[in-house]
């Protein structure tokens, strides 16, 4: 933790990767709320197909629906080929 260009560079990848994946969800009707974590939150509620499936059929985890209104439920933000493999999955 005391490698301040190791740290600052995670948080680059992280940032980097984090915005590729909430445009992509948006372009597949997902709200999503902005983070600055390790994971996004977003909705299903205008997601067309049945997104667990489709994360089960792509061995991906995905966990649950955490507020029925609004179909709420987030996932976390791995590296860029998993998140290109994750959207490519839900499309």
């Known amino acids: 933790m005391k490698d301040d ?7 680059l990848l992280n940032k980097n990767i984090r915005k590729y994946t909430i445009s992509e969800l948006k372009k597949l009707n997902c709200e999503c709320i902005s983070s600055n974590t390790n994971f996004i939150y977003f909705s299903l509620s205008n997601y067309k ?15 649950r629906i955490y507020e029925e209104q609004g179909k709420w439920t987030r996932i976390t933000v791995g ?11 839900i499309e």
């Open 79 to 89: 590296k860029m080929d998993e998140m290109k493999k994750f959207i490519k999955a």
């Open 49 to 63: 197909k049945h997104y667990f499936k489709q994360l089960e059929n792509n061995n991906i985890e995905g966990v």
């Open 5 to 11: 260009t190791f740290v600052s560079n995670c948080y």
